[in-house]
């Protein structure tokens, strides 16, 4: 408890280290792929259980990585 909330890790131990929505289990990578097919934000979120915002947070963690 008192911990703070970090929605996307980089671990070694998982997703071999590359970036992760942690609440999903999802590579950041594959959110950015899926928003650039052009699918919409509501239905990426809720494939993974996410928010909107959360989403968009991962989108825009993997554009500026």
């Not at 993974?48 to 989108?59: H, I, K, T």
């Amino acid at each position: 408890e008192g911990r703070v909330s970090k929605p996307i890790a980089i671990d070694p131990n998982i997703a071999l280290g590359r970036p992760v929505v942690l609440k999903a289990g999802v590579s950041t990578g594959v959110i950015a792929e899926r928003i650039d097919a052009n699918e919409p934000l509501q239905e990426i979120a809720d494939d993974y259980g996410l928010s909107v915002e959360e989403v968009e947070q991962a989108v825009l963690y993997e554009r500026t990585a």
